[in-house]
């Protein structure tokens, strides 16, 4: 599956807000955002950008939702939005070991001033 631009997003333990692993990306908030309600919902939600697919999907960790991967692709047909939602299933193993200051990622989720979130 040809697939670019991918954002690793994990949400706060009050599931507000997602923030992302990646530098120089807006957090989302789950509430009004197609980040935000693939993570609610639970499943794939698509938008049409340009030629291509933004495509976001929960991120998995065993049964629990902890967060949103997104990925654009050049379109969303099922077979797509399958592949996607398996590689939603396998950023969920590695968040934690991806963050490069465990803490400080942790305290984002759980929205401490003093460390950034």
């Known amino acids: 599956m040809p697939a670019w631009d991918p954002v690793i997003y994990l949400a706060d333990f009050a599931h507000q807000v997602l923030f992302p692993l990646a530098e120089g990306v807006a957090e989302e908030e789950v509430a009004t955002t ?4 693939a993570f609610a ?13 933004r495509v976001w999907v929960p991120v998995v960790e065993q049964t629990t939702r902890t967060g949103v991967l ?10 797509v939005l399958a592949q996607a939602e398996l590689l939603g299933v396998f950023a969920g193993v590695p968040p934690i070991h991806v963050a490069p200051d465990l803490s400080a990622c942790a ?11």
Do not use: L, N, W
């Open 34 to 37: 197609m980040a935000g309600r």
């Open 70 to 79: 997104a990925v654009t692709v050049p379109d969303a047909s099922e077979a």
């Open 107 to 117: 305290a984002r989720r759980y929205r401490c001033p003093e460390h950034g979130g």
């Open 41 to 53: 919902a639970g499943q794939p939600v698509s938008s049409q950008r340009d030629g291509s697919v």
